[in-house]
């Protein structure tokens, strides 16, 4: 069995109050129209919301799709997602109690960072049925230039995390569960880093250690984020919006070497 990470369950037991108002992102209509866009549902779809939290990526494929399934390990995130997803499982996403290609669309916003996450997207493209489309939706560093920083920002943000992506890193991870015609697009969220850091679930210390990043940081990293620091300090948060496709035959990379 796969054991549930205790690290994970406690922060977002602790976050889950203030979570649908912890970021600009996590309820921005265009950023939610833009992933439907992106994984371009049927009618007759049934869709599974992987770390479905309390439902605001579910929300926007309501009457889009026929049914809607989430998944997810914090009772206290998914209580408040009984309005957008039809069913509610609670398991980790790296043992999923689905048979493969039970689903036509699979979606996962902010949550493979929390995951052993090479397992949990092999298990996506698993139980999703060949020519079915997966999105991964996750904050990345711009590049080499910022990602020092970015991780450092991310991290002291959540000590739970433990994965840290770049735009590419999201391809490899669905290209190496054996999806296709992977295809990786940009969104870019206005943040306030003062609203984004006050998660519920953060010591003082590591927001003022957030604002030192973005108050000492480099020339580059400002002109990728555009930061602005003044009495707010403002971030262009970078989410990369990757798309694969499970191919007719699907067979895992490992089967294939
Ligand atoms: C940042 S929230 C994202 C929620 C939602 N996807 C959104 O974009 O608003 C991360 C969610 O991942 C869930 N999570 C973390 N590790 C998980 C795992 N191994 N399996 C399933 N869910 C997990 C957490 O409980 C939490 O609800």
């Given at each position: 069995?796969?054991?549930?990470d205790?690290l994970?369950?406690?922060?977002?037991?602790?976050?889950?109050?203030?979570?649908?108002?912890?970021?600009?992102?996590v309820?921005?209509?265009?950023?939610?129209?833009?992933?439907?866009?992106?994984?371009?549902?049927?009618?007759?779809?049934?869709?599974?919301?992987?770390?479905?939290?309390?439902?605001?990526?579910?929300?926007?494929?309501?009457?889009?799709?026929?049914?809607?399934?989430?998944?997810?390990?914090?009772?206290?995130?998914?209580?408040?997602?009984?309005?957008?997803?039809?069913?509610?499982?609670?398991?980790?996403?790296?043992?999923?109690?689905?048979?493969?290609?039970?689903?036509?669309?699979?979606?996962?916003?902010?949550?493979?960072?929390?995951?052993?996450?090479?397992?949990?997207?092999?298990?996506?493209?698993?139980?999703?049925?060949?020519?079915?489309?997966?999105?991964?939706?996750?904050?990345?560093?711009?590049?080499?230039?910022?990602?020092?920083?970015?991780?450092?920002?991310?991290?002291?943000?959540?000590?739970?995390r433990?994965?840290?992506?770049?735009?590419?890193?999201?391809?490899?991870?669905?290209?190496?569960?054996?999806?296709?015609?992977?295809?990786?697009?940009?969104?870019?969220?206005?943040?306030?880093?003062?609203?984004?850091?006050?998660?519920?679930?953060?010591?003082?210390?590591?927001?003022?250690?957030?604002?030192?990043?973005?108050?000492?940081?480099?020339?580059?990293?400002?002109?990728?984020?555009?930061?602005?620091?003044?009495?707010?300090?403002?971030?262009?948060?970078?989410f990369?919006?990757a798309?694969?496709?499970?191919?007719?035959?699907?067979?895992?990379?490992?089967?294939?070497?």
């Amino acid at each position: 069995m796969t054991p549930v990470d205790p690290l994970v369950h406690a922060h977002f037991t602790a976050r889950a109050a203030k979570y649908n108002r912890s970021s600009h992102w996590v309820d921005d209509p265009e950023l939610g129209a833009f992933v439907v866009e992106t994984l371009a549902p049927s009618p007759t779809d049934h869709l599974l919301d992987i770390a479905c939290g309390t439902g605001l990526v579910s929300k926007h494929f309501r009457g889009k799709v026929a049914h809607i399934t989430g998944v997810d390990i914090t009772r206290a995130m998914a209580d408040q997602a009984g309005a957008f997803v039809d069913t509610f499982v609670e398991a980790p996403a790296e043992a999923l109690p689905f048979a493969d290609g039970s689903f036509d669309r699979v979606v996962c916003r902010q949550g493979t960072q929390f995951m052993r996450d090479a397992e949990a997207v092999r298990e996506m493209v698993r139980v999703l049925r060949p020519g079915g489309r997966v999105a991964l939706v996750h904050l990345c560093a711009y590049g080499e230039a910022d990602r020092a920083e970015y991780f450092e920002i991310l991290r002291l943000r959540n000590e739970a995390r433990r994965n840290f992506y770049l735009r590419e890193d999201l391809a490899r991870l669905l290209r190496d569960a054996g999806a296709v015609e992977v295809a990786v697009q940009g969104w870019v969220s206005v943040e306030d880093v003062d609203v984004w850091s006050d998660t519920g679930a953060i010591t003082d210390a590591a927001r003022e250690g957030i604002r030192q990043v973005y108050r000492n940081a480099s020339p580059a990293f400002r002109e990728l984020h555009a930061v602005e620091v003044g009495e707010r300090i403002v971030d262009r948060m970078l989410f990369g919006v990757a798309l694969g496709v499970k191919p007719l035959a699907h067979l895992p990379r490992a089967a294939l070497v």
